[in-house]
Structures are given as structure tokens and as C-alpha cells.
């Protein structure tokens, strides 16, 4: 099942514009997680938040966890044509589920030059 | 380099006859993943193991199989009885499955059956 769900679908901006993108989940996490995936190819890790984490920051991306409201979001800051790609967010149960994470279907992000 | 392979990188079938997806890491992680990406679409789990000589199914296993013999190798077989195997497969490692960190992914193989 899926249980991050990705908002927007697909998000078009100019280069040096900001990158919000969102996700939302059902039942309690360990952690999520953030990949991006450029198109025809595997993903890459982006960044882990843990569910006593608010706020983390990597380089130019910043992801909050709000987990009274069961929801994400990733801020990609003054973005390139390069960061064109589609980013998905995944999240972690903890207890019994082991390593296995749960994928959102993907924001696809466009960033024109 | 350290990584994970995936090959081929497209691999083209007929319908009714198995096929082997091979999946290599040289990270020494101890976990390792099948997922099945369909268009447009997030990753679904198709089997996962977390030590030699032990896997289990993952969201939607029926019509596949899977091997751990090695730490450093996860082959995933598309039977003949999986409905729509057309579909792009992602082999993943994690190096420590209790603690969640993150997952390595290759980069792919897109399997196309007709």
C-alpha cells in the first residue's frame, strides 16, 4: 500500500525560485526520508528526518516533519536546472518493518533555466 | 567504486518464459531490496532480505522469486505467472536494518514483455 501521498504531482518553476513540495502519511513513523530520482535512472538519498525531529537542513534543502498532522514538506532553495527530477518522499514504521520504507508516488519537478 | 549493479539495463522478453534480474552490492550492507516502479507511480516492494539465506515477501511478491545466497547478491526471477511484468525494477541495500538509515539504489533494469 501506498502511504505517502506526494503534493503537488508536478511543479514547474524558473531557476532561483523555491521548490516546496509535500507529503502526507497515515500511520505512525520512525523516520521519513527524502529521495530524488532523475528520470530513467535509481533513486539517490536526499535526506532522513526522525520522528522526534521538527526541522533539518542539508545544503540547499530543508525538510519539516509535523507529525500531529502526519505530514512533510522538502523546500529546495534557489534551485537549478540541475535539480530538475522527480523527488518522492518514504517512510520508515520502525517495531517490526525492519529496513522496509514506504513510498509516496513522486512529485515531478521541473525547474526551467 | 563501491555501489550496487543492475544489469542488464534493458532486457527484453517474451511472455511465458521466466527471467533473472541480477542485482550486485559491494557495500557489505546487510539488507537488500526488490522494488517495481510502474509509470508515473511511487516504488512497490516486491521482496526483501535482511541477512544471507533469508527473505520475505513484500507488498506484491506473487509472480516473483527471489535467492540470498551471498551477502552480496539478491537475483530477482519474473515468473511466468506475474500478470504484467513489464515494468522498471530498482534493486536497493540498507547498511543496518534496525536502525533505518538510508537505501542505496541501482540504477535500474526495465524489463519489457510481449
Redesign the interface.
Given at each position: 500500500?501506498?502511504q505517502?501521498e506526494e503534493d503537488p504531482q508536478a511543479l514547474s518553476i524558473q531557476e532561483g525560485e523555491n521548490a516546496t513540495m509535500n507529503c502526507s502519511y497515515k500511520t505512525s513513523i520512525?523516520?521519513l526520508?527524502w529521495?530524488r530520482q532523475n528520470s530513467?535512472?535509481?533513486?539517490?538519498?536526499l535526506i532522513?528526518i526522525r520522528s522526534n525531529e521538527r526541522e533539518k537542513h542539508s545544503g540547499r534543502l530543508r525538510v519539516t516533519l509535523d507529525t500531529s498532522k502526519k505530514s512533510s514538506s522538502l523546500l529546495i532553495t534557489a534551485s537549478r536546472a540541475a535539480d530538475t527530477a522527480s523527488y518522492?518522499c518514504?517512510t520508515?514504521a520502525?517495531g517490526t518493518s525492519?529496513?522496509?520504507?514506504?513510498?509516496?508516488?513522486?512529485t515531478i519537478l521541473t525547474v526551467h533555466p | 567504486d563501491g555501489g550496487?549493479t543492475q544489469s542488464p539495463k534493458y532486457l527484453f522478453r517474451k511472455e511465458g518464459q521466466n527471467v533473472t534480474l541480477s542485482c550486485e552490492q559491494n557495500l557489505n550492507h546487510d539488507?537488500m531490496?526488490w522494488?517495481r516502479q510502474d509509470p508515473?507511480?511511487?516504488?512497490?516492494?516486491i521482496y526483501?532480505s535482511?541477512i544471507v539465506n533469508d527473505f520475505q515477501k513484500?507488498?506484491i511478491a506473487e509472480g516473483y522469486s527471489v535467492s540470498r545466497e551471498k551477502k552480496e547478491s539478491f537475483p530477482l526471477t519474473v515468473t511466468s505467472a506475474q500478470k504484467n511484468p513489464t515494468a522498471?525494477y530498482?534493486c536497493?541495500s540498507?547498511p543496518w536494518?534496525?536502525g533505518?538509515?538510508?537505501?542505496?539504489?541501482?540504477?535500474?533494469t526495465?524489463l519489457t514483455v510481449t
Amino acid at each position: 500500500s501506498q502511504q505517502g501521498e506526494e503534493d503537488p504531482q508536478a511543479l514547474s518553476i524558473q531557476e532561483g525560485e523555491n521548490a516546496t513540495m509535500n507529503c502526507s502519511y497515515k500511520t505512525s513513523i520512525n523516520n521519513l526520508q527524502w529521495y530524488r530520482q532523475n528520470s530513467g535512472r535509481g533513486l539517490v538519498h536526499l535526506i532522513l528526518i526522525r520522528s522526534n525531529e521538527r526541522e533539518k537542513h542539508s545544503g540547499r534543502l530543508r525538510v519539516t516533519l509535523d507529525t500531529s498532522k502526519k505530514s512533510s514538506s522538502l523546500l529546495i532553495t534557489a534551485s537549478r536546472a540541475a535539480d530538475t527530477a522527480s523527488y518522492f518522499c518514504a517512510t520508515h514504521a520502525g517495531g517490526t518493518s525492519y529496513g522496509k520504507l514506504t513510498f509516496g508516488q513522486g512529485t515531478i519537478l521541473t525547474v526551467h533555466p | 567504486d563501491g555501489g550496487i549493479t543492475q544489469s542488464p539495463k534493458y532486457l527484453f522478453r517474451k511472455e511465458g518464459q521466466n527471467v533473472t534480474l541480477s542485482c550486485e552490492q559491494n557495500l557489505n550492507h546487510d539488507a537488500m531490496y526488490w522494488y517495481r516502479q510502474d509509470p508515473g507511480q511511487g516504488l512497490r516492494l516486491i521482496y526483501y532480505s535482511q541477512i544471507v539465506n533469508d527473505f520475505q515477501k513484500g507488498d506484491i511478491a506473487e509472480g516473483y522469486s527471489v535467492s540470498r545466497e551471498k551477502k552480496e547478491s539478491f537475483p530477482l526471477t519474473v515468473t511466468s505467472a506475474q500478470k504484467n511484468p513489464t515494468a522498471f525494477y530498482l534493486c536497493a541495500s540498507s547498511p543496518w536494518l534496525k536502525g533505518a538509515y538510508e537505501q542505496y539504489f541501482g540504477p535500474g533494469t526495465r524489463l519489457t514483455v510481449t
